[in-house]
Structures are given as C-alpha cells and as structure tokens.
C-alpha cells in the first residue's frame, strides 16, 4: 500500500464518522471497512447492508444538518453533520468522496487519496 499522508486527526474522524454511520443505519446487519491501492494512492471503502439511502437523498450527502429518511425510520440519534464533516476533511486533503446506496439494500461511502 502507498503511504497516506494527511492529518492524523482528520484521517481518524473520516474513518470514525463512516464506520459511525454505517454501524447506526445496519442494527442487526454487516459492515465492512477495506482499504486498497487506487492507483498511486489509496481507496478505503466502508460498506453496510442496512437501510440505505433514495437517490433523493444521495443529491444532498454531504450537506450539514441534513439527515434524509434516517430520522423518519427511528434513527433519531445524531445531529445530520457526520457527512458534511467527512467530505470537507477528505477535500482539504485533497481527496475524492462518493456514496452509492439504495433504500433497504445498504451504502458503500468510498473515500480515494491520491
């Protein structure tokens, strides 16, 4: 694996807020963390099989505050900012965030250094 070189606490917050999130939105199901060569730099992966996310909701990831169908479903725990906090991280490290999801079939957030 290339060495990641960034901020030891803001790498420790993107990888807390995923796997938080992850392990919050799937109570009874998986989640699986994996980190790989993505070209010269590193791909980390952090994937549930829990309640996932519309298409709707994938538009405004990121977004502070914004808490999408997750607080309708009973997840009332958390203020809608763990997101919005790991995309300005991985930007100020100059790295590229994505989420793919789909309602009942879990999410994958996907966070790439070069």
């Known amino acids: 694996m290339p060495q990641l070189i960034g901020q030891r606490h803001g790498l420790r917050q993107i990888i807390i807020n995923l796997v938080s999130n992850a392990v919050k939105f799937s109570p009874e199901g998986r989640v699986v963390i994996a980190a790989e060569r993505h070209h010269a730099g590193v791909q980390l992966s952090v994937s549930d099989d829990g309640i996932g996310m519309a ?42 965030f994505s989420i793919e999801s789909a309602p009942g079939n879990g999410t994958t957030a996907r966070v790439i250094f070069s």
């Open 55 to 96: 298409d709707q909701e994938l538009m405004r990831v990121g977004e502070p505050y914004f808490r999408g169908s997750a607080s309708e479903s009973g997840f009332d725990d958390g203020e809608g900012l763990g997101l919005a906090v790991v995309r300005g991280l991985v930007e100020r490290h100059g790295g590229e």
